[in-house]
């Protein structure tokens, strides 16, 4: 028997691993259960090179709990190691033996999936154990030994019979404020959670399985049922498979066991797979978003060699792709000692990168092949491609391609489209074209047939981020201004040169706003005198662009370069000078009688933007009512 002392740096590194090492003390079973995929990983890659004279099988883990004995065991059926390994790769602390086998085997162990990077992983199992076994055989013609070591820096090393097998057994002695790990549901929920798709098969207990009866058999037979093992991991996940062996059916089984409280299917995917200039594989799937900026639940998740990281993947997933769900696996992602944190790298930026220009190459595909299903599909994943052209130029310069613009009659155009169809009509008298917008199509629906009467389009943009992404239009594109259609008058919104003809004189004209202003008497309208068709609306209610869009853009993060506290509600109040009502207002001499007639006349434009309510609402009511009774 051996006797010593574990080769460390300071006097007791148990303490420091449990206290400040890990954050989370239940990642020491993913650590424990990683060393072991790894050692089952590189005893296949020595079998199918020659260098191992054993038979390779088909190995599992398994996870064993006795609550009586206060331990929990996992067992691998991998390379195992000689004394003189466990010397080395146990008692060395941080030396890691994947990285070692890496190295040596670097150009025929490349796609062995070796997880690598578990140096102190064994040692993470001092969190929660007093003390640890390590009964181990390797696949060489050598004994069986085992290290026991107290969580001091003292360990024992013998040869044992207890093993016969090849592979490791690691048996945690659960320490009193750990118990939780003695749990079976605890146990399963942490397999579920960092384990769920790991290479190697994980057993964990038994279960039931019915066999299926005979065709002959009576209909009154039973079926007979076996005890088998109880597989809880999935060791070939989609994004492990070529897209070309994978069917539609497939990908949604595969979404289904990353998210089970999803009962919608996603809308499509993207399979991500490049191995230069660093290794990525992954599957993206674009849920039903509508309008929904809710990225808090159904992350994207972060895998290395398909061992579970985290689901905070900012950095590696640019912010517009937090919206979407699925799965990014990387051995070339950095991260810290607990493997929960991002470290800044360049790799980072460069996978980045590679994820927004094929998110960019799949909506481009997606609408070339099928225009049709890509419009329908579009409300459910606007706010991912307006969100990308705020946030990332390289998108934005490719959103072109795929980015739809929706009119309020149904309709959808691509950019060039658009400015085939509405630069004729839309081209103020300075070169300008203004792209008229609604934001609802039933609370502007006057203004949207104002427009449409005169023979112009108007988009529906309702988004909640649409503010920037017309900001960022405007800035992009060449004489291009947008207008949401309640902005100001028509005429004003598209301004040409026409002659205009007034109906009433200067004189008439002042003293119609100043009756006006009187009755108003409210701050947040502006009065606002317009020599418009007769037949236009008497009082329209517009809201200014420039006031409008800033207040939305605060809303939904931004505000310009102004940074105000708070926009205030304002309006403009557009008076059609040339309406058979500014006559009538001018000709009435009672006060009483033309206040009335101007309150009346304004609630009624209140009333077609929605801003008629509480007291205001009941009041109209109540004279509207009247009037009808006299």
């Known amino acids: 028997m051996t006797k010593g002392n574990i080769n460390v740096s300071v006097e007791n590194i148990f303490p420091l691993i449990k206290k400040f090492l890990y954050s989370d003390h239940e990642i020491f079973l993913r650590e424990l259960i990683s060393n072991a995929t790894d050692a089952t990983l590189k005893l296949k890659h020595l079998t199918s090179i020659g260098e191992a004279k054993v038979e390779y099988g088909n190995p599992k883990l398994e996870v064993k709990i006795d609550k009586e004995q206060k331990t929990l065991r996992i067992i691998d059926q991998g390379i195992g190691m000689t004394g003189e390994e466990v010397e080395k790769y146990i008692n060395q602390v941080a030396f890691s033996g994947a990285e070692e086998f890496l190295e040596k085997y670097k150009d025929s162990a490349k796609d062995s999936g070796i997880i690598g990077h578990f140096g102190l992983g064994f040692y993470s199992a001092f969190m929660v154990a007093e003390k640890v076994e390590i009964l181990t055989k390797s696949y ?42 003695l749990e079976e549901t605890k146990i399963r929920e942490l397999l579920s959670k960092y384990n769920k798709f790991m290479p190697v098969p994980i057993k964990f207990g038994t279960k039931t399985h019915t066999l299926p009866l005979p065709e002959d ?15 809880i991991n999935n060791p070939t996940p989609a994004w492990t498979i070529a897209p070309s062996e994978l069917t539609n059916e497939d990908y949604m089984k595969f979404y289904h066991e990353l998210y089970p409280m999803q009962f919608e299917e996603p809308l499509f995917n993207i399979h991500l797979n490049v191995d230069y200039p660093f290794n990525l594989t992954g599957v993206l799937f674009f849920p039903k978003l509508s309008n929904n900026l809710n990225i808090d639940k159904d992350k994207i998740q972060l895998y290395q060699n398909q061992v579970f990281v985290t689901d905070e993947v900012k950095g590696i997933v640019p912010d517009f792709l937090m919206l979407l769900r699925g799965v990014i696996d990387s051995p070339d992602i950095p991260l810290n000692v607990s493997r929960s944190y991002l470290q800044a790298d360049g790799a980072v930026k460069k996978i980045s990168s590679y994820i927004t220009k094929k998110v960019a190459d799949k909506m481009s595909s997606l609408i070339n ?22 946030t990332e130029e390289k998108f934005a310069e490719k959103a072109d391609k795929f980015t739809l613009y929706p009119t309020t009659d149904g309709k959808y155009f691509l950019w060039n489209e658009l400015m085939e169809k509405i630069q004729p009509s839309h081209t103020d008298k300075d070169g300008n074209t203004v792209i008229l917008y609604a934001t609802n199509a039933d609370e502007q629906h006057s203004y949207i047939q104002a427009a449409n009467d005169k023979g112009y389009d108007v988009l ?78 008497p009082f329209t209610i517009t809201q200014p662009e420039f006031m409008r869009r800033m207040k939305e853009m605060q809303a939904t993060g931004g505000g310009g370069m102004f940074g105000m506290g708070g926009f205030p509600e304002m ?27 101007i309150k009346y006349a304004l609630d009624l434009a209140k009333l077609s933007q929605n801003l008629l309510k509480g007291k205001d609402l009941t009041d109209f009511i109540q004279r509207s009512y009247k009037q009808l009774e006299k």
Do not use: M
């Open 460 to 537: 529906l943009l309702d988004s909640p981020v649409i503010s920037h992404v017309i900001q960022k239009l405007e800035t992009s594109k060449e004489k291009i201004s947008f207008a949401r259609v309640d902005a100001d008058h028509i005429n004003n919104l598209i301004k040409k040169d026409e002659p205009v003809i007034s109906k009433l004189n200067e004189t008439e004209k002042e003293s119609l706003k100043k009756d006006v202003e009187e009755a108003v008497k409210d701050a947040k309208f502006t009065v606002q005198l317009e020599d418009l068709d007769s037949n236009d609306a």
């Open 140 to 181: 060489k013609d050598e004994p069986a030994v085992r290290w026991i070591c107290d969580g001091s820096p003292e360990f024992t090393l013998e040869e044992t019979t207890d093993k016969t097998d090849r592979g490791t057994e690691i048996i945690l002695h659960i320490a009193e404020d750990s118990t939780e790990f």
């Open 369 to 390: 092949e099928n225009r049709e299903d890509y419009e329908k599909k579009w409300n459910d994943i606007k706010i991912v491609i307006e969100y990308g052209i705020i």
């Open 571 to 597: 309006y403009n109040l557009v008076v059609n000078s040339n309406s058979e009502l500014s006559n009538q207002i001018l000709k009435t001499e009672s006060p009483e009688e033309k206040e009335t007639l």
């Open 217 to 231: 058999a009576p209909e009154d037979a039973v079926a007979e049922t076996e005890e088998v093992d109880n597989i």
